[in-house]
């Protein structure tokens, strides 16, 4: 019985693994796979830790305080202008940490979960930056869909089809891919191959003409070569190819050149005796955010509040050159006060 029993659950902890394998894919196709994959492993969990009574593992100070904010930024949603918009986002937020710690399972529990976890990431990686370079040398990736010329500027999509956030994925996967390489049993194998895509995709992501993407790349980047000890001579490379790679692409491609430097250093500038701050956009979504947070400082508006409040007169300057209303104020700090207060901050 024993062995029947340990049989399904490695059966089970293949199938569950199996989803993590393609969460890079699914958040292409968008939030609804992504976000159903994260949901089942969540509840796979707490009903596995459940029937094996894995109760140390809630014996956690990162669960604790997890649970500390998830009631908190709960009451924040009850408590708002609009109880029903704001629970939209915070009611299910618990599923997160049971994502996490069914995570934390799998490395436990299966040796070539980090592996895998980093081939499936190379490969659909890959997969990725080989059609966003087709789509931008040909004019159309693999399924035809085209590139997008607005206003002398050049925006790539890739697999993304109509929504250009191209240039945002990769920065933001770009460095999990290298926490997993860190993990992983044998790295040498696998660093040239790290090398490559790193030039390919920091490359690629000035090339989408997603201004966010590739400074968030670029920060990161620099960020992860000052924390990793070694690897003296491997960065020292990769940054003169890289730099020299992005040198030459902006001196002779205008197209990119007009979009990512000279068009952010237009929007910067001051503009009728005003400094924006990087575009009249932005400039717009944080100032309305600041004085949104003056008013409630302490605890926050609630989640999701801001593209309710943002319609109000008295959020609204009269210097904006753009609706200052948005779905979120595009930044994690300004976001995080705005809706959770100093006290979620």
């Avoid at 704001?86 to 529990?109: P, Q």
């Avoid at 104020?329 to 006290?343: A, D």
Wanted: proline share 2%.
């Amino acid at each position: 019985m024993k062995t029947l029993e340990s049989q399904k659950i490695k059966v089970h902890i293949r199938y569950i693994s199996w989803l993590v394998y393609l969460l890079p894919l699914a958040l292409i196709t968008g939030p609804f796979i992504s976000d159903l994959f994260v949901s089942i492993i969540a509840i796979h969990y707490i009903f596995f830790s459940i029937k094996e009574k894995l109760w140390k593992d809630y014996n956690n100070i990162f669960i604790y305080l997890f649970f500390i904010f998830y009631f908190y930024i709960l009451s924040r949603s009850i408590l708002s202008e609009s109880p029903y918009l704001s629970l939209e986002s915070s009611l299910f937020y618990f599923r997160y940490i049971f994502f996490v710690m069914g995570i934390s399972y799998l490395v436990k529990n299966n040796f070539f979960f980090i592996d895998n976890l980093f081939k499936s990431f190379l490969i659909i990686f890959f997969a990725l930056i080989f059609d966003a370079y087709i789509q931008f040398f040909f004019g159309k990736n693999i399924f035809g869909w085209p590139v997008l010329y607005q206003e002398s500027t050049i925006r790539i999509s890739g697999l993304f089809y109509d929504e250009y956030v191209l240039g945002n994925y990769i920065a933001r996967i770009m460095p999990i891919i290298f926490g997993i390489f860190f993990l992983i049993n044998n790295q040498k194998k696998y660093s040239f191959i790290l090398a490559i895509l790193f030039i390919l995709s920091i490359i690629l992501t000035l090339l989408t003409g997603d201004r966010t993407g590739f400074f968030l790349y670029l920060l990161s980047t620099a960020t992860i070569a000052t924390l990793v000890r070694g690897f003296f001579l491997q960065k020292l490379i990769l940054l003169f190819i890289s730099l020299i790679t992005l040198f030459f692409i902006l001196m002779f491609n205008s197209t990119i050149k007009e979009r990512v430097l000279n068009l952010t250093l237009n929007q910067i500038a001051v503009q009728e005796d005003h400094q924006y701050i990087f575009t009249p956009a932005h400039d717009a979504y944080f100032r309305s955010s600041l004085l949104m947070i003056e008013d409630n400082f302490l605890f926050g508006h609630g989640p999701k509040m801001y593209r309710e409040l943002c319609k109000k007169e008295i959020y609204k300057k009269t210097y904006f050159k753009k609706d200052n209303c948005s779905t979120h104020p595009h930044n994690t700090y300004i976001q995080l006060l705005l809706e959770t207060g100093f006290i979620g901050f």
